[in-house]
């Protein structure tokens, strides 16, 4: 906005019909709101600005296909004290689809002239500092996605508009009030999460039932998406699936037409479907033909740190000792030195929160003192290179399995469990 230049008033609207289609129940978004006010609380924050997707949906229950348009941004502000009200921020003619939150109050931006292809920010960034000054934040603490584990939703030329408007604010991180709040998964989120889990489990049985000498990546890949879709799965945003020799290393790989299954071959799946926005991430591995002695038993010592690490899992215990847990079996099996090896490059972490986002804290890594709540849902997933092998390149493949597990009052219960898919190592 030039220098001067009259500022348009707020668009701001009261939402006769709320929660139209919401994605969580009045309840559970009230919880939230409440936590959300405690951590800030705890944290020195005064509001918070939530603009990444997962965030917004989290904190107002608005889920929408908008997300999807790169310029198409969604906000939300959640004042600290319980007297002033949470707004969510819509391009102006979303107000249909705002009636998908909980939130009552809505500030609409304008769409500049050609939208589409035009310069974008300066309604918004109006809208913003406008609603934070008439709530008298405008020189408060703001906390919004400034760290690694969440992506700010909104373009750099607009935030650094919004900073340059809003000087006297302190600017930090989201990350302290939000995932204390996030980590703790409540009985409809573990529902969600647990159906994800089994439509997962039911779509990589019927992949690997299928497979054949002469199938390829994406063949296998195919029949596991379509399973999933029919078991009632959401999106499949990550599914990695491949092949040996030459691919069994590479994880977090798109299947490839061009990879053949042949005998002798190692084939890896990791991910899985969503349901209702909720991630499955699990891991499972397969062999076209007898496997080697060899490749068994290092496939046994991924499989025996995974189990490690879940039996480690309970309330109280801090994320580290998880960690540790399943590296003590490597050790155990002979390859200390490949253990020094991996956390001397920083590869030590074997697992991660699981929810919304298919990473997110806490880190079951070296060192995390965080300790274990129950509710906190963890995807788990030691690996093991071929033969102790180090650095990866060097190495003739990848092993390890991956569960989603809850961390329940007296211990961890699988959400991907052996009776849908066995841990064992598949043998087409």
């Given at each position: 906005m030039a220098t001067g230049a009259a500022r348009a008033p707020l668009k701001i609207s009261t939402q006769e019909r709320v929660g139209?289609?919401?994605?969580?129940?009045?309840?559970?978004?009230?919880?939230?709101?409440?936590?959300?006010?405690e951590e800030m609380d705890r944290a020195g924050v005064d509001a918070l600005l939530l603009t990444s997707e997962t965030n917004v949906r989290y904190a107002t229950a608005l889920y929408e296909l908008g997300w999807i348009i790169p310029?198409?941004?969604?906000?939300?502000?959640?004042?600290?004290?319980?007297?002033?009200?949470p707004a969510v921020f819509v391009p102006d003619g979303d107000q249909v689809q705002a009636q998908g939150s909980w939130v009552e109050t809505v500030v609409r931006w304008?769409?500049?002239?050609?939208?589409y292809t035009g310069r974008v920010g300066d309604s918004l960034v109006d809208a913003l500092v406008g609603w934070l000054d008439r709530l008298g934040l405008g020189a408060g603490t703001i906390a919004t996605e400034l760290g690694a584990h969440a992506r700010l939703g909104l373009s750099i030329e607009i935030f650094d508009a919004l900073r340059a408007r809003l000087l006297e604010a302190r600017w930090r991180d989201c990350g302290d009030v939000v995932w204390p709040v996030r980590m703790i998964k409540s009985s409809e989120e573990i529902r969600r999460l647990s159906e994800a889990g089994r439509i997962s489990c039911l779509g990589v049985r019927a992949g690997f039932e299928a497979l054949q000498d002469g199938a390829t990546e994406r063949d296998i890949a195919n029949v596991m998406a379509a399973t999933m879709h029919e078991a009632g799965g959401g999106e499949i945003r990550f599914l990695s699936l491949y092949a040996g020799p030459h691919r069994a290393l590479w994880a977090d790989s798109i299947p490839r037409r061009e990879s053949v299954l042949r005998p002798g071959g190692l084939l890896q799946f990791d991910g899985g479907c969503t349901y209702d926005g909720y991630f499955c991430d699990f891991k499972r591995m397969a062999a076209l033909g007898e496997p080697t002695a060899d490749r068994r038993r290092f496939f046994e010592i991924a499989r025996a740190a995974e189990q490690a690490a879940i039996d480690a899992i309970a309330?109280?215990?801090?994320?580290?000792?998880?960690?540790?847990?399943?590296?003590?079996?490597?050790?155990?099996?002979?390859?200390?030195?490949?253990?020094?090896?991996?956390?001397?490059?920083?590869?030590?972490?074997?697992?991660?929160?699981?929810?919304?986002?298919?990473?997110?804290?806490?880190?079951?890594?070296?060192?995390n003192t965080t300790p274990l709540a129950a509710g906190m849902v963890l995807a788990v997933e030691p690996f093991f290179f071929h033969d102790g092998r180090f650095p990866l390149w060097e190495a003739e493949g990848k092993y390890g399995l991956e569960d989603v597990v809850l961390v329940t009052e007296g211990g961890a219960q699988l959400l991907t469990p052996d009776s849908l898919i066995s841990r064992d190592l598949w043998v087409a």
């Open positions: 139209v289609l919401a994605d969580c129940t009045r309840d559970e978004y009230e919880r939230r709101l409440g936590r959300l006010r310029a198409y941004f969604h906000a939300a502000v959640i004042p600290r004290a319980p007297e002033l009200p304008d769409f500049p002239v050609g939208f309330p109280g215990v801090p994320c580290g000792e998880v960690y540790e847990a399943s590296q003590r079996v490597i050790r155990a099996a002979g390859y200390t030195e490949w253990v020094a090896a991996c956390q001397a490059m920083g590869w030590s972490g074997i697992g991660h929160g699981l929810g919304l986002d298919i990473h997110e804290q806490p880190g079951l890594s070296i060192g």
